[in-house]
């Protein structure tokens, strides 16, 4: 099903994604407001609102883990020359900080997360989970964060980031719909998620799917997996009839891979976790990501 098409959506321009290399030079003078996104999924989002009246750069583009990225000179420039910088601000982008520094640019930063009922990560009571873009309730928090923000810094245009804020909820609204179906369609007892590591709470949490565990540990990529927590799950999957063990485009399945086969269970190592698609690829929006993971999980789990 396609989207339904709003007449009134300003038409989004062809902004350069970068990913530590943008191609466009944040010192070019072209009337636009500079504005920097810390990763793919935000660069998104602040694409939706700012439209062609923005030059964006993107730092972590699309298909590259945040969780251990680091900022270049090119980053560093793209900040210095921003009027401002959109950060998630849940540990997901961290290497931001030491960049900001560098770069003079505290006062520019927003953290588009402000207001997002946050849950907390596999295993711990104080991290939060940075995934938020993964339910499109909190995305539509985010959405507003960004209009007001460009508002604030070009009053000429803010009623057009607002009236393409207004137009990429009823988007989301219009995808949640969509999802709530496809995963309806899954019998309530295959609706077990093993995931490679702790990035879908908020999936799960939306459209009533029942966690069993990750891989590695935690809502980083970066966590380790010791010999125990390989046995408690492996022996979690065979208890709970776990059908599938998921994992994303950007991580390591190898291990994953390897809990599968002591299973007997299948693998799916495709699923957008802490990035987007490539251009092209359907999956380069947040909707479009969305849905492509529900039709994913829907697929594997019936």
Same mark, same amino acid.
């Given at each position: 099903?396609?989207?339904?098409?709003?007449?009134?959506?300003?038409?989004? =321009?062809?902004?350069?994604?970068?990913?530590?290399? #943008?191609?466009?030079?944040?010192?070019?003078?072209?009337?636009?407001?500079?504005?920097?996104?810390?990763?793919?999924?935000?660069?998104?989002?602040?694409? &939706?609102?700012?439209?062609?009246?923005?030059?964006?750069?993107?730092?972590?583009?699309?298909?590259?883990?945040?969780?251990?990225?680091?900022?270049?000179?090119?980053?560093?420039?793209?900040?210095?020359?921003?009027?401002?910088?959109?950060?998630?601000?849940?540990?997901?982008?961290?290497?931001?900080?030491?960049? +900001?520094?560098?770069?003079?640019?505290?006062?520019?930063?927003?953290?588009?997360?402000?207001?997002?009922?946050?849950? =907390?990560?596999?295993?711990?009571? #104080? &991290?939060?989970?940075?995934?938020?873009?993964?339910?499109?309730?909190?995305?539509?928090?985010? +959405?507003?964060?960004?209009?007001?923000?460009?508002?604030?810094?070009?009053?000429?245009?803010?009623?057009? !980031?607002?009236?393409?804020?207004?137009?990429?909820?009823?988007?989301?609204?219009?995808?949640?719909?969509?999802?709530?179906?496809?995963?309806?369609?899954?019998?309530?007892? @295959?609706?077990?998620?093993?995931?490679?590591?702790?990035?879908?709470?908020?999936? +799960?949490?939306? !459209?009533?799917?029942?966690?069993?565990?990750?891989?590695?540990?935690?809502? #980083?990529?970066?966590?380790?997996?010791?010999?125990?927590?390989?046995?408690?799950?492996? #022996?979690?999957?065979?208890?709970?009839?776990?059908?599938?063990?998921? =994992?994303? @485009?950007?991580?390591?399945?190898?291990?994953?891979?390897? +809990?599968?086969?002591?299973?007997?269970?299948?693998?799916?190592?495709?699923? !957008?976790?802490?990035?987007?698609? &490539?251009?092209?690829?359907?999956?380069?929006?947040?909707?479009?990501?969305?849905?492509?993971?529900?039709?994913?999980?829907?697929?594997?789990?019936?």
């Amino acid at each position: 099903m396609r989207l339904v098409t709003l007449t009134f959506v300003v038409l989004v =321009s062809l902004a350069t994604v970068g990913c530590g290399n #943008s191609t466009s030079s944040p010192d070019a003078s072209d009337g636009k407001l500079r504005v920097v996104a810390t990763t793919v999924q935000i660069g998104a989002l602040v694409r &939706e609102v700012g439209a062609d009246k923005i030059d964006l750069v993107i730092l972590v583009g699309p298909g590259v883990d945040p969780h251990d990225y680091e900022a270049t000179t090119d980053d560093l420039k793209a900040i210095k020359a921003s009027s401002v910088v959109f950060a998630n601000g849940l540990g997901l982008d961290s290497f931001l900080a030491k960049a +900001i520094n560098s770069a003079g640019g505290k006062d520019k930063v927003v953290t588009v997360t402000d207001g997002v009922k946050l849950r =907390s990560a596999q295993g711990t009571e #104080s &991290e939060n989970d940075p995934h938020v873009w993964h339910n499109p309730e909190n995305v539509k928090v985010m +959405i507003d964060n960004i209009a007001n923000a460009l508002g604030k810094r070009d009053g000429a245009n803010a009623a057009i !980031y607002k009236a393409n804020a207004t137009a990429y909820t009823i988007v989301l609204d219009d995808t949640d719909r969509q999802i709530r179906s496809i995963i309806d369609s899954i019998p309530q007892a @295959n609706r077990k998620m093993v995931t490679n590591h702790d990035a879908f709470g908020y999936f +799960i949490d939306r !459209y009533g799917l029942t966690f069993v565990g990750a891989v590695i540990p935690g809502s #980083s990529t970066q966590g380790e997996t010791s010999p125990k927590d390989i046995a408690n799950l492996t #022996s979690l999957i065979r208890q709970e009839g776990v059908k599938v063990i998921f =994992s994303e @485009n950007t991580v390591d399945p190898k291990v994953a891979r390897e +809990i599968a086969k002591d299973t007997g269970v299948r693998i799916i190592d495709d699923l !957008y976790g802490d990035s987007l698609g &490539e251009p092209g690829s359907g999956a380069e929006t947040i909707h479009g990501m969305l849905l492509a993971n529900a039709k994913r999980i829907s697929e594997a789990l019936k």
